[in-house]
Every structure is written in C-alpha cells, then in structure tokens.
C-alpha cells in the first residue's frame, strides 16, 4: 500500500483513496486541490501526471485564471464523488519534487473528465494558449 503520512509515495502501487477535499488556502495543506492538476494528499504534494490545466497562480490573463478556477473546482468535485485510485506514473517525480500519479476511478482518468470539458489538456499534448 501507498504512504501518505511521513513518507514518500513515489514507486507505489496503485492504491485506492477515499477522502475529502477542499480548496487549499492559507496554513498547512494537508488533503485539499491546489488548481486542476495538483492535490495534497495526507501531505504529501502530488501532480496530476496526466493533464495540464491553466494556472491559478500565476496566470498569464484574466481568461485563463477563471479557466483555472473552473478546473480547481470542478477537480474538488471529481475527487469528492468517491474511490479513486493513484496510478504511479510514467516517472516517481516530476522536476519540482511533486509525486506523479494518474488518478483514476472505474479505470478512467479522472483528468479525462476535465480534458472533455475544456478545463484541461492531456499532459504532453503542448500547453495551450488559454488566454
């Protein structure tokens, strides 16, 4: 089983989680959606591996800060409908650190949901002109 309390989950196994998020805001982030393609989990930072969505930190127009926002909220809302499951990726880390996982439920990409809605890109594909 995965680690999330105290230690890496990089090189795990796939695992399924079941817990709440929220939006993270100020203070310690613990289990909260930083934008559409990053979470903490248990405290540990992870990147969605498979998507890219627009930034909510430092976006580049108004346009994709409220794209941002629309992925933030809607991967809060994908995260909070059940089980999912942590698929390693393609490698353990990404170069800030991050642990790279696929997040998946019923085999589905969860991300998928948010490529078909616009909201995100599959990871790889470029990174679109959100503005």
Excluded: H
């Amino acid at each position: 089983m995965a680690q999330f309390a105290g230690a890496p989950i990089v090189n795990a196994r796939p695992d399924t989680v079941s817990v709440r998020f929220g939006i993270c805001g100020g203070g310690a982030r613990v289990t909260c959606v930083v934008d559409g393609d990053t979470i903490w989990l248990r405290g540990q930072k992870i990147r969605i591996a498979d998507i890219d969505t627009p930034e909510v930190s430092s976006p580049r127009c108004p346009a994709e800060l409220e794209r941002g926002r629309l992925a933030t909220q809607r991967m809060v809302e994908l995260l909070n409908a059940g089980p999912f499951t942590l698929e390693p990726g393609a490698r353990a880390q990404d170069r800030y650190g991050r642990a790279l996982f696929v997040v998946t439920r019923g085999g589905a990409s969860v991300g998928g949901a948010l490529v078909d809605e616009g909201l995100a890109v599959w990871y790889g594909n470029g990174r679109p002109d959100w503005c």
